[in-house]
């Protein structure tokens, strides 16, 4: 077996769920609970996209952080392309491509940034509690992620980088809930930030069954 075919399964995994949460991150939720409107605080894609930390700690596990950074490069690479390409064809051009174009862009920034310090930190922890490392990389991660992702896919203080989502500027009470209003997208921050920080925490489960499985990591070659 290849270098490249047995790292292929990251690789497709990676690209498969980036690509997903960009389509996906164009929708709010639809329907309320109580007096909170879910579409002020979540879109779609807060429940795919934490899933790629834990694609790149599997992969750090496995193969070390040389490996595990290729296979976040060739991911980002595969992500931006198809999330330029697809959306597009899925939407039947109903997305402007210069919004597309910022959304890809905005991804890419958060993911590299959120990817790599994941990896950073997964290594200097790796040797402590089986549990530490993946939760603290992804947590870490996260906020970046959504830091770096939102400001820039959102804030009007991008809107050089492509036009703005007008409903994501709009004011809504902060959560759909409490007593302050600011524009729309900073909820769907914190709620895909809170998101990503339950789902790090469910992770865990899949990514201490598959380690597991490994005696011992593979040398990457």
Same mark, same amino acid.
Request: aromatic share 14%; charged share 10%; net charge positive.
């Given at each position: %077996?290849?270098?490249?075919?047995?790292?292929?399964?990251?690789v497709a995994?990676?690209?498969?769920?980036?690509?997903?949460?960009?389509?996906?991150v164009?929708f709010?939720m639809?329907g309320?609970?109580?007096?909170?409107?879910?579409?002020d605080?979540?879109?779609? !894609?807060?429940?795919?996209?934490?899933f790629s930390f834990l694609?790149?700690?599997?992969?750090n596990?496995?193969?070390?952080?040389a490996?595990?950074?290729?296979?976040?490069?060739?991911?980002?690479?595969? #992500?931006v392309?198809c999330?330029?390409?697809v959306?597009?064809f899925?939407?039947?051009?109903?997305?402007a491509?210069?919004?597309?174009?910022?959304?890809?862009?905005?991804s890419?920034?958060?993911?590299?940034?959120?990817?790599?310090l994941?990896?950073?930190?997964?290594?200097?922890l790796r040797?402590q509690?089986w549990?530490?490392?993946?939760?603290v990389?992804?947590?870490?991660?996260?906020?970046f992620?959504?830091?770096?992702?939102?400001t820039?896919?959102?804030?009007?203080?991008?809107?050089?980088? !492509?036009?703005s989502?007008?409903?994501?500027?709009?004011? #809504?009470?902060? %959560?759909?809930?409490?007593p302050i209003?600011? %524009?729309?997208w900073?909820?769907?921050?914190?709620?895909?930030?809170?998101?990503?920080?339950?789902?790090?925490?469910?992770?865990?489960?899949?990514?201490?069954?598959?380690?597991?499985?490994?005696?011992?990591?593979?040398?990457?070659?």
């Amino acid at each position: %077996m290849t270098s490249f075919s047995r790292y292929l399964p990251f690789v497709a995994a990676m690209a498969l769920v980036v690509v997903a949460s960009n389509i996906l991150v164009q929708f709010p939720m639809q329907g309320a609970i109580g007096d909170l409107s879910l579409g002020d605080i979540l879109t779609w !894609g807060a429940f795919t996209y934490p899933f790629s930390f834990l694609v790149t700690d599997l992969a750090n596990r496995r193969y070390g952080p040389a490996v595990a950074r290729r296979i976040v490069f060739v991911g980002f690479m595969t #992500a931006v392309v198809c999330s330029i390409l697809v959306p597009p064809f899925l939407f039947r051009h109903e997305t402007a491509a210069d919004r597309l174009v910022r959304i890809a862009a905005a991804s890419g920034a958060a993911f590299l940034t959120a990817q790599l310090l994941d990896v950073t930190v997964f290594n200097r922890l790796r040797r402590q509690s089986w549990w530490r490392a993946p939760i603290v990389g992804t947590l870490v991660g996260s906020v970046f992620d959504t830091l770096v992702f939102f400001t820039v896919a959102f804030s009007a203080a991008f809107a050089f980088a !492509g036009p703005s989502d007008g409903f994501a500027l709009e004011a #809504a009470p902060l %959560m759909g809930v409490l007593p302050i209003e600011t %524009m729309r997208w900073v909820s769907w921050a914190l709620g895909d930030l809170s998101v990503k920080l339950i789902i790090a925490v469910v992770a865990l489960i899949p990514y201490r069954l598959l380690a597991a499985r490994w005696s011992q990591p593979a040398l990457a070659v």
